[in-house]
């Protein structure tokens, strides 16, 4: 399988202008790539306004994504401030993170670790679910931005074989989401997709420094800093199985459960 990372300079709050964008780089070839992955919350910027930006499941980004998946026969990937309403009546919103394959069939994952330091987990939900996703025979293990710094949340007892991190992680931390990104290929023996987004938000610049590794961490594909740009890598399963039986490290892994 073939996947590619596309670095976005996102418009702020503006879905119509980021889809836009998005179908032109598709209608490029996207580097052959059979997975496309796109930043965190690539339809408006990390936005702290989801009564503004979020859609509910039937709203018209989701819908987009699903027959963008469809028309370009690529499975996509990236997350979008959603709503949700209980029966009674409770509306919560979460930075949801949605794989539609090629038929437009989608799974999803709801951000587990909230970024405080931004007020996220004041003005989202935060999600309990692990996913991992089966796609052209890579088990593939999605999470979001700050996901990254709680290894615990991403441990790999050999049940996946591809970690993909979306993300808004801005420049003035960028050494600490190169340094990770690194570090949860190595100690979980899996290819690694780091998709951050490049340019300006209102309160933030973004250099982006997307990077595909391999098993060891070692990079296959970097993107130039600060350019919107789409890299790819070839995922070798075969290479992949090769390594971690010759040195099998998850079957000495610590044992825990996580709470809630």
């Not at 930075?95 to 989202?124: A, I, Q, T, W």
């Not at 938000?201 to 060891?216: H, N, R």
């Not at 290479?239 to 825990?256: K, M, S």
């Amino acid at each position: 399988m073939k996947v590619a990372a596309f670095q976005m300079d996102i418009a702020w709050e503006d879905p119509k202008t980021n889809r836009a964008k998005i179908e032109h780089w598709l209608s490029l070839g996207a580097a052959g790539a059979d997975l496309v992955v796109f930043p965190e919350m690539f339809t408006t910027g990390f936005s702290m306004h989801p009564a503004d930006i979020a859609e509910d499941m039937r709203g018209e980004s989701v819908a987009w994504l699903a027959d963008t998946a469809r028309r370009f026969g690529k499975a996509l990937m990236g997350s979008m401030a959603i709503k949700t309403e209980s029966v009674g009546g409770t509306v919560g919103y979460y930075n949801r993170l949605f794989f539609v394959d090629d038929d437009g069939v989608m799974s999803c994952y709801d951000k587990r670790h909230l970024f405080r330091m931004s007020g996220e987990h004041n003005h989202y939900e935060a999600g309990r679910l692990r996913q991992v996703i089966h796609y052209k025979g890579v088990r593939i293990l999605p999470l979001i931005c700050y996901d990254l710094r709680f290894p615990a949340w991403s441990r790999s007892r050999n049940d996946y074989d591809m970690l993909v991190y979306v993300a808004n992680w801005p420049e003035t931390r960028s050494y600490a989401w190169n340094t990770l990104l690194r570090a949860r290929a190595i100690e979980n023996q899996a290819y690694v997709v780091g998709v951050n987004r490049c340019g300006k938000a209102p309160k933030e610049v973004y250099s982006g420094d997307s990077v595909i590794l391999d098993f060891t961490g070692r990079p296959l594909s970097v993107a130039e800093p600060y350019a919107e740009e789409m890299i790819a890598a070839e995922i070798d399963l075969d290479g992949l199985a090769e390594f971690r039986a010759g040195f099998p490290a998850y079957l000495d892994a610590d044992r825990f459960t996580l709470d809630d």
